[in-house]
């Protein structure tokens, strides 16, 4: 893994609520017709920082015009909640 590699980071309910209230409050995350992340939700991430053994600090890409930083993911399986999988 290295910085600036593409990877697919599945929401977790305790971030995907993060996400749902900074939405909330600021708009930030809010576009009509697209739905907030649910646990469950898998969406692209570009790795920011790595930190060896396989964990690393994100910026998840939301549907529309959000952004979602998330610090120290390990690697998982694929369609694992709160981890990182790199595409097939």
């Not at 929401?11 to 739905?35: E, H, K």
């Not at 390990?74 to 369609?79: D, L």
Request: net charge neutral; charged share 15%; proline share 8%.
């Amino acid at each position: 893994m290295a910085l600036g590699d593409v990877v697919h980071y599945t929401f977790d309910a305790t971030l995907a609520s993060y996400v749902r209230m900074r939405g909330a409050s600021s708009g930030v995350t809010r576009f009509p017709g697209v739905p907030d992340p649910a646990a469950g939700t898998t969406l692209p991430a570009e790795v920011v920082h790595e930190y060896g053994s396989n964990v690393v600090d994100l910026r998840v890409s939301l549907r529309g015009p959000g952004i979602h930083f998330v610090q120290n993911v390990p690697q998982g399986t694929a369609g694992q909640q709160g981890r990182w999988v790199t595409p097939a």
